[in-house]
């Protein structure tokens, strides 16, 4: 699959503008997701992964730009009409964030649960289902505690898309796990899109991870959109803070000796 051959954006970013007081963290944000693509936000720590991120996800409003999710700018929306739209949305959180007093079952469940009037025979008939999809059939009556680092992710995963969504967020799917459980999650990544027809957004700083699932890469540094294009671009981008990024080289800061004194003692 081709996914920049569809016409169709499920993420549409324009402008995108973020502050905190008066300190601008996001500035002048644009990039698309097309309908099937595997989109992966990549940048080095305090690039502004995830503070996209919980603007994506209609956590927080941006200072300015236009966010639409699905055809619905989300900046507009309201409580009731944001939690419709997010009925469609999947999120595979970075440590799992599995409710611990509640099983593996329960926890994929609770999304029906909560969203639907379906009862609850075949509640559990669709857990179950979700949980063979990410090889975790015969496990819902364990506890979280009982589970693996890589079986928590797994399990968080079936709880994101025991919904069927139409579009799907992972937030550092590896990070914490050893490469061959990683490796495996990459390959389920790429099998739920396929089997599910979804459109996937992958937070990440792996690169390895990042180069094996994407369709196209959007690199962040510093609250700036460096690049977004094909995978093959990014390794082959003249930029120098992208191939810092890559090669894991430091980044080599010019301090200006009036500025620094000035910040220790204004």
């Not at 926890?107 to 179950?128: F, G």
């Amino acid at each position: 699959m081709n996914a920049q051959d569809t016409c169709q954006s499920v993420i549409e970013v324009e402008n995108l503008v973020v502050r905190y007081g008066e300190r601008e963290i996001l500035h002048n944000i644009n990039f698309d997701v097309a309908a099937g693509e595997i989109m992966v936000i990549m940048g080095g720590s305090g690039s502004g992964k995830s503070t996209l991120l919980r603007h994506l996800l209609g956590l927080n409003r941006p200072a300015s730009g236009s966010i639409r999710l699905l055809g619905q700018d989300i900046t507009k929306l309201n409580a009731r009409q944001m939690l419709e739209l997010q009925k469609n949305i999947g999120v595979s959180f970075q440590g799992g964030a599995l409710f611990n007093s509640m099983t593996v079952g329960e926890n994929v469940e609770l999304p029906l649960v909560e969203h639907t009037k379906l009862d609850p025979h075949t509640i559990r008939i669709m857990a179950r289902m979700k949980l063979e999809v990410v090889n975790l059939a015969g496990f819902e009556n364990l506890m979280p505690s009982e589970l693996s680092g890589g079986m928590i992710k797994r399990a968080a995963l079936a709880r994101a898309i025991v919904m069927d969504p139409k579009l799907l967020f992972f937030d550092e799917p590896s990070a914490g796990l050893d490469p061959v459980v990683s490796a495996e999650l990459d390959e389920l990544i790429l099998r739920l899109r396929e089997a599910m027809n979804m459109s996937i957004v992958v937070v990440t700083h792996e690169l390895e991870s990042a180069f094996k699932i994407a369709d196209r890469i959007t690199v962040l540094d510093q609250g700036h959109v460096l690049m977004c294009d094909s995978t093959q671009a990014v390794k082959n981008a003249d930029n120098e803070r992208i191939q810092n990024l890559l090669n894991r080289r430091p980044r080599q800061e010019q301090i200006d000796p009036e500025e620094y004194l000035a910040r220790l003692t204004g």
